[in-house]
């Protein structure tokens, strides 16, 4: 299994454009995760997806910020217009659904993808 | 609300000294509770889980945990440390009925030879 993949690996822009970053999870997998990661707020949700629905979009920090999950094997991050506080690495996740009903079950991580905006 | 609290930003130990990493968390009910190791420019892997049972968990690399109700702890330890072992750990909790974790800020560890 190739794991959860993401692109691009790192991603410089300049402030004002849009960046997408993109996911593929585990095949099989019923969830899927953003995270952000900064020194200052460690590591943050942002959304999470069931089947490919968004569940818990309370962790995107504005309207600038929005996610899309149009099949079970490819979701977007997008940012409009980016600014350079949004500087970050951002992770992408998934998991299967809990094997105990209603606990959370493990979640597998990608390498994540760093921006940088200038 | 839940939380997690990794009260040591960084730990430096010696190779082969052993090793516990705090982690405590906050919540009215039995938590999940799980611990990732994140390496230099890699995601986070699970290391082990506590759901339910035996308050001893063993994970992989030879680590384990243990969960302390009393103490609403869930520290990480391993015995002897080996250089591969320097990396970000993460304590995280679940809840019941929710697929989202929370995640403490990391404790660093860098191993000296």
């Known amino acids: 299994d190739a794991g959860v993949i993401q692109s691009p690996r790192h991603e410089v822009t300049e402030m004002g454009q849009e960046v997408t970053l993109r996911c593929k999870p585990i095949?099989?997998?019923?969830?899927l995760f953003w995270y952000r990661q900064t020194m200052m707020r460690g590591l943050e949700l942002l959304i999470y997806f069931n089947n490919n629905v968004p569940i818990d979009d309370s962790g995107m920090p504005e309207d600038r910020f929005s996610a899309k999950m149009p099949n079970a094997s490819f979701s977007t991050l997008k940012i409009q217009p980016s600014e350079p506080r949004d500087s970050a690495v951002y992770f992408c996740?998934?998991?299967?659904?809990?094997?105990?009903?209603?606990?959370?079950?493990?979640?597998?991580f990608g390498p994540g993808t760093r921006l940088t905006v200038l | 609300a839940q939380s997690v609290t990794q009260p040591d930003i960084h730990i430096t130990v010696s190779e082969g000294a052993s090793l516990e990493l705090r982690c405590n968390y906050s919540y009215g009910a039995t938590p999940y509770l799980f611990w990732y190791v994140q390496s230099p420019g890699q995601g986070l892997q699970l290391l082990l889980k506590y759901f339910s049972g035996d308050t001893l968990v063993q994970g992989i690399k030879g680590f384990e945990a243990e969960f302390k109700r009393s103490q609403s702890s869930f520290n990480l330890r391993k015995p002897s440390v080996h250089w591969s072992d320097a990396a970000e750990y993460f304590c995280?909790?679940?809840?019941?009925?929710?697929?989202?974790?929370?995640f403490g800020t990391g404790t660093r560890l860098t191993i000296i030879p």
């Open positions: 996740a998934s998991s299967l659904a809990p094997s105990h009903v209603f606990s959370p079950n493990e979640q597998f």
């Open positions: 995280a909790v679940g809840i019941f009925g929710n697929e989202k974790l929370t």
């Open positions: 095949s099989g997998h019923d969830y």
